[in-house]
């Protein structure tokens, strides 16, 4: 979703973090510096607010006009906002593999794009049209797709043993469907 204006556009992320509080860094600057003592309803934009902070604020009408007009907006808990606003999945049998506390957000995001195998291998650039040879780059021989990156490789064979070894465990990776149902 997002919100669109003459200037440009935004993603409505920023607003939703802003509104339902998350402990981003940028969060709790907003609010201690720019919020202080009222809310993303009730502040005056000032000259030393960021760009994109401005442009937030510009939306608050087009906001107020997804929800019932006529509201009390002093008695609209941010709760109950972001729950109206945020758009919710049924979460996947895999989600507590790649997002769980204290996970790391860049290996997270290699994690959910291989489950969903979105990954850019080889054969998959091949088939937007990218000019490339296909080649494994780790062993040289096959050729590169998901399932060779992660279990036909040579390469990708002998960490998979050295890891599976050094946790205990004597099973052979098959492939990226059965290991994943493994792993849940």
Sequence with gaps: ?????????????????IL??????????????CFRVTDFWNVDCKLHFSWILV???KLIS????????????TQIKVNWIWENIRSRYVKVSWHRLVWFPGHIPKFSLIS???ILHRLPTKDRLAKFGLPTDNA???CN?????????????LYAKSIWRVVLLSCGLTQEPLNWSDNLQWMV
């Design 136 to 138: 494994c780059g780790l």
């Design 141 to 153: 021989s096959g050729i590169e797709s998901h399932n060779h990156l992660f279990f036909e490789c």
């Design 55 to 57: 442009k937030m604020l």
């Design 62 to 73: 087009e906001a107020l006009s997804l929800f019932c007009s006529g509201s009390n907006w």
């Design 20 to 33: 339902a509080g998350e402990g981003s860094l940028w969060i709790a600057w907003i609010n201690a510096y």
């Design 1 to 17: 979703m997002r919100f669109f204006w003459k200037g440009g556009n935004i993603p409505a992320r920023g607003a939703q973090k």
């Design 112 to 114: 959910w794009m291989a």
